[in-house]
């Protein structure tokens, strides 16, 4: 929450032809990979010893969590936060981080079924 909500003038300014593909969206996209990871893994011992049902009700849970996250972020710089702005395509970065980290989780603990 501290990263989303520090004023845009603390962060050097790249231009780029698309102004919507900046380099912030990379940023929002790896730093909700990595939230949806870690929440994911708090639950990896559960993941690893249920069923297939329990395994994607906790993706389904994990990403409902990380996304709704991503949107109160939003939602706050619009509000709360001076400085910064919301705007939907951050929103849409977030998202695909949500689907990035559950994904990466995934292939991690896929058929080995790591024994932690």
């Not at 690893?48 to 009700?57: G, S, T």
């Amino acid at each position: 929450m501290v990263l989303c909500g520090l004023p845009g003038s603390y962060f050097p300014k790249v231009k780029t032809f698309w102004e919507w593909l900046g380099p912030d969206k990379l940023v929002h996209t790896l730093m909700f990979a990595v939230f949806a990871f870690s929440i994911a893994f708090g639950y990896r011992k559960e993941y690893c010893e249920r069923d297939k049902n329990y395994r994607i009700k906790l993706q389904l849970i994990t990403l409902l969590i990380s996304v709704f996250y991503g949107a109160l972020t939003e939602i706050l710089q619009v509000h709360l936060f001076r400085g910064r702005y919301g705007s939907a395509y951050d929103f849409i970065a977030d998202v695909i981080g949500c689907v990035l980290g559950i994904f990466i989780f995934k292939i991690i603990f896929r058929k080995k079924m790591i024994k932690i």
